[in-house]
C-alpha cells in the first residue's frame, strides 16, 4: 500500500507502508546562508570538544571539591583548538579531493545526524548517544563505521535501531556512485548489514560499552541481547542515509537508486533516506564557507 504524507516543512515525504514498518525518501531543499553556516560549523566545534554524556557535572564537581580554580570553559576552548583539523590545502586556498576532503565529509554526517536527531517530528525521531565526529579514533581521518547509530522505541514497543550512513556527490549522474555503484555505497554498506547481523552486533557492542548514560546503555543493551537471541518481535532496524547533492545534479526519485527500487532488500527492516539538495550554492562552495566559519570560531 502506497501513502503520501506531507511531512513536517509542508514538502511531500513517500511512505511505503509493509505491516508497521514504513519505508521513507525525502528531499530537502536547503538555502546556504549565514545563519544555516554559523548553526552547523558551531554544531560540529561543539562536537570535537564535547565530553562523555554527563561528563562535564562530574568534572566541574571534581574541580570544586579539590578547590582547583579549575575553568571548564578555558579547558574546551583549548580542546576545541587542538581537536579541529585544520587542513592544509584549504590553507593554501586548494580545496582537496573530495575523498580526502574531511570536512565534506563531516558536513554530510552533520546533517544526517541532525536530520535523525532533531529534524523529524516528534515521535519519530532518533536518540543518538554518540556521535561519530566526536568520537573518531583521528582528527584528521573521517571516521570509521556507521556514521550514525541510535534508536527510538516504537509504538508497539519494539526498540528500532537506526544504522545511518551519510554520503555527498556533486557527480552529475543519477543516482550517483556513493548510492548503489561503488563498492563502498550505501546500498553495498546496509546491504551488507542486513545480511551479516553477526556484523551489527559486534559494532553495537563496541559502541554500547563507550555509553555513559545509563538510560541509553540498558535499552541499547536490551537491542543487542534480542540481537544476539534472534528476538525479531523485541527490535526493527532502519536502514537510514543521508545524501548531501548540488542543486545542479540532484534528480528526483532517481538518487535514492537501489535503496528505493530494491528496498525489498532490507525487509523485515525498513529505508529511510534523505536527500539534502543545496539550493543556491555548489558543494564546494559550501564546504569551503563551513570550514572558514569552524575555523573563525576556534581561533575566536
Do not use: W
Not at 546556504?32 to 566541574?60: C, M, W
Not at 587542513?87 to 586548494?94: A, C, F, K, L, M
Not at 537471541?229 to 548531501?244: A, H, P
Not at 528505493?260 to 559550501?286: C, L, M, Q, R, Y
Amino acid at each position: 500500500m502506497l501513502q503520501r504524507i506531507c511531512g513536517s516543512d509542508g514538502q511531500d515525504s513517500i511512505y511505503y507502508m509493509n505491516s508497521h514498518l514504513m519505508d521513507v525518501f525525502n528531499k530537502f531543499d536547503i538555502k546556504v546562508f549565514d545563519v544555516f553556516i554559523e548553526k552547523f560549523a558551531k554544531k560540529y566545534v561543539d562536537l570535537r570538544s564535547s565530553f562523555h554524556s554527563g561528563g562535564e557535572s562530574a568534572i566541574l564537581k571534581t574541580a570544586e571539591s579539590l578547590g582547583s580554580g579549575f575553568d571548564l570553559s578555558q579547558i574546551k576552548s583549548i580542546i576545541a583548538a587542538n581537536s579541529v583539523y585544520l587542513d592544509p590545502s584549504r590553507e593554501q586556498g586548494v580545496a582537496p579531493a573530495p575523498f580526502q576532503d574531511i570536512f565534506r565529509s563531516d558536513l554530510g554526517e552533520l546533517l544526517t545526524t541532525y536530520y535523525f536527531e532533531e529534524k523529524l517530528p516528534q515521535g519519530e525521531r532518533y536518540i543518538i548517544p554518540l556521535k561519530n565526529i566526536s568520537y573518531r579514533e583521528r582528527y584528521d581521518m573521517p571516521g570509521r563505521g556507521n556514521d550514525v547509530l541510535g534508536y527510538r522505541i516504537s509504538s508497539d514497543g519494539k526498540i528500532n535501531l537506526l544504522l545511518g550512513e551519510a554520503k555527498v556527490s556533486s557527480q552529475t549522474s543519477n543516482p550517483p556512485n556513493v548510492v548503489d555503484r561503488a563498492e563502498d555505497s550505501v546500498y553495498n554498506t546496509q546491504k551488507s548489514y542486513h545480511d551479516s547481523p553477526d556484523v551489527v552486533l559486534q559494532r553495537l557492542t563496541d559502541y554500547i560499552r563507550r555509553i555513559s548514560n545509563g538510560n541509553d546503555l540498558v535499552i541499547m543493551g536490551l537491542a543487542v541481547i534480542h540481537l544476539k537471541e534472534g528476538r525479531s518481535d523485541k527490535y526493527d532496524i532502519t536502514y537510514g542515509c543521508g545524501l548531501v547533492r548540488d542543486y545542479s545534479c540532484v534528480k528526483e526519485p532517481e538518487d535514492y537508486g537501489k535503496m528505493k527500487t530494491n528496498a525489498a532488500d532490507f525487509k523485515p527492516g525498513n529505508v529511510h533516506f534523505a536527500i539534502f539538495s543545496f539550493s543556491n550554492e555548489t558543494i564546494d562552495k559550501t564546504v569551503q564557507l563551513f570550514y572558514e566559519k569552524v575555523r573563525e570560531l576556534i581561533n575566536g
